[in-house]
């Protein structure tokens, strides 16, 4: 079973930084897209970026473009999304996911087959 499992989490005031991790047990990123999306209160799941893991290319949500970014480490097979110029509206679970797909349609959270548990960001005005 693979298991995704995030870190990183916590709390930070507006302006801020914080750095998630995405971290797969039992298999390599390579060949999938690594996804990561978040869930505030009472709202939908909603995307965030993703990374194609063969070649690093990345794609972003407007609302969080020029401030967040993510990369990839082959030798820790982990993703990292960092998280700067942080706004109270970014407070939600942050959920990475692995799809095996990298065309069209990974922006929605059909196109991924394993999730991590998630990890609270807040951000404090």
């Known amino acids: 079973q693979v298991q995704l499992v995030e870190n990183g989490g916590g709390l930070a005031q507006a302006g801020g930084s914080l750095r998630l991790s995405c971290a797969a047990s039992?298999?390599?990123?390579?060949?999938?897209?690594v996804g990561w999306f978040r869930q505030a209160p009472g709202k939908l799941r909603e995307y965030v970026g993703h990374i194609t893991w063969n070649d690093g290319r990345t794609r972003y949500a407007d609302s969080v473009k020029g401030r967040f970014t993510l990369s990839r480490d082959g030798a820790e097979n982990t993703v990292y999304l960092q998280m700067n110029s942080l706004k109270p509206e970014d407070t939600a679970v942050y959920y990475c996911?692995?799809?095996?797909?990298?065309?069209?349609?990974?922006?929605?959270?059909?196109?991924?087959?394993?999730w991590g548990q998630g990890t609270q960001v807040t951000v404090s005005s």
């Open positions: 996911a692995s799809s095996p797909w990298t065309g069209p349609g990974v922006a929605t959270t059909n196109a991924y087959d394993y």
């Open positions: 039992e298999r390599t990123f390579r060949g999938t897209t």
